[in-house]
């Protein structure tokens, strides 16, 4: 298994410019979401889904949009960037068992806006 | 919304001391996570604890599920230098489709050899 994969893996934009990030996973997990790291703020969640075709917004989803139409890929859309979106994106997928959910995370994005 | 306070945010250490910080919650929660973070790369799980008053060992690590579910802690014993990286903890109320973590901010430790 490959685990979680995002591409790219470094980007810059400028402002105002579209882009998608891209997220993967191959271990069938039912749940995938998306969060941003800035430095002292630790991970904070951005949108996440339950399953293809559910998706909700998490804690900062403001700027971004998300859609899950396979259970395999979970893209992370900025429509029109600004420079407060610098920052590392992570992907992260989960499964459940016996009512446990563990992470797992991508090997991140990192965003720079112009 | 929940809120977690993770301390210390940064510690320097000699290599052989012993590490411990811990994460404090506002409110409960049913499981508790402790992520390690390399640099350029994404946090990895190192231990999950489910149930209050719970301590579950990972080689050198050593995990505690606090008995009122609002904190946990993590020790590292005789630390070595590959332990660099940041830390963070995470609460979630696991269960049915409810998968959200809560992160703290993260401890950085810095390991002289």
């Known amino acids: 298994n490959a685990g979680v994969t995002q591409t790219p893996k470094f980007q810059v934009l400028k402002t105002g410019q579209s882009m998608t990030l891209q997220c993967a996973q191959d271990?069938?997990?039912?749940?995938m979401s998306w969060y941003r790291q800035d430095p002292g703020m630790g991970l904070r969640l951005i949108h996440y889904?339950?399953?293809?075709?559910?998706?909700d917004q998490g804690e900062v989803p403001n700027g971004y949009n998300v859609s899950r139409s396979t259970t395999e890929d979970f893209p992370l859309r900025l429509l029109s960037a600004a420079p407060s979106q610098t920052s590392v994106y992570f992907c992260?997928?989960?499964?459940?068992?016996?009512?446990?959910?563990?992470?797992?995370f991508g090997p991140g994005t990192r965003l720079t806006v112009l | 919304g929940q809120q977690l306070n993770q301390s210390p945010q940064s510690m320097f250490i000699q290599e052989g001391e012993d590490v411990s910080m811990n994460c404090t919650s506002s409110?409960?929660?049913?499981?508790w996570l402790w992520y390690k973070q390399d640099p350029g790369e994404g946090p990895v799980l190192l231990i999950a604890?489910?149930?209050?008053?719970e301590l579950t060992s990972n080689g050198r690590l050593t995990a505690q599920f606090g008995i009122t579910r609002k904190d946990s802690f993590l020790n590292i014993s005789a630390s070595i230098p590959s332990d660099v990286g940041i830390y963070f903890c995470?609460?979630?109320?696991?269960?049915?489709?409810?998968?959200?973590?809560?992160f703290g901010k993260g401890t950085l430790l810095t390991v002289n050899p």
């Open positions: 889904s339950v399953g293809a075709g559910i998706t």
């Open positions: 409110s409960i929660f049913n499981t």
């Open positions: 604890l489910y149930k209050a008053g």
């Open positions: 992260a997928s989960s499964y459940s068992t016996s009512g446990h959910n563990e992470q797992f």
């Open positions: 995470a609460g979630q109320n696991s269960g049915g489709s409810n998968y959200k973590l809560t």
């Open positions: 271990m069938n997990h039912e749940y």
